[in-house]
């Protein structure tokens, strides 16, 4: 059978789209790569893409040269996770910080690995955690 | 300021872990890395995991050795992409076919990528893409 190779697209779903990039670009600092009325896509790491898609836009279908993008939807409180280096732990704890962003908690997992957690403007839980935090990710 | 090294977790909701196997990993073929009453997490590639997050459980708050993981829960239709790479396409739409899987649609994309979209058995809206769907892969 085929493989899987990895994930490309990780959703966000957001209410202000200037909200949105006021957080994931200016504050955590990823590159926006692609921009429109319905999403705005952040070069996270190569072939690895976060999408802010704003609810009520991405709803219905839409169509790229004829082709159907299929809508979708989602409500409620999200989450995901960003990688981050153990040696920035302290560093990410300070920055956020100075950006007046409250962690909700702190996580050490049985691997070794850690996370923070905290909350976008939508109420999303964001977490940035370390290596060994899954076995797939020891390096 | 630190920087974000890549996304680590990517979510998936769905409402019957039983269910939610027998899509992602039989079919899909994901191996299965973790597995718990709340969650299901798949070794997409290193460093990349996806996880199924079972809906009514994953609400609350819960512990890791008196850590604080806090709950959430999306509801709606749900999408993600994963990786795959352009000498599959064909394999693909014959796979899915083979399992009774029905392609939404497929677009291709002005950077010359390439999407295939299903869905899971939650009405999730599934992507398969090759490289050239996002300005940072073109590998």
Avoid at 16 to 37: H, N, P, R, W
Wanted: glycine share 10%; charged share 25%; hydrophobic share 40%.
């Amino acid at each position: 059978m085929p493989r899987i190779k990895g994930v490309l697209e990780t959703p966000v779903y957001v209410d202000d789209m200037a909200k949105a990039k006021a957080f994931y670009a200016d504050i955590l600092g990823l590159e926006m790569m692609v921009e429109s009325q319905r999403i705005c896509a952040y070069d996270v790491a190569p072939g690895q893409v976060l999408i802010a898609f704003l609810r009520g836009v991405c709803d219905q279908d839409s169509l790229v040269n004829g082709d159907v993008v299929p809508g979708h939807r989602m409500d409620g409180i999200g989450h995901f996770a960003f990688r981050i280096e153990s040696e920035d732990l302290q560093a990410w704890r300070l920055y956020l910080q100075e950006h007046e962003i409250a962690l909700d908690s702190e996580v050490c997992w049985p691997g070794g690995g850690q996370s923070l957690y905290f909350r976008d403007p939508f109420g999303n839980v964001v977490e940035l955690g370390t290596a060994g935090v899954w076995p797939n990710d020891r390096s």
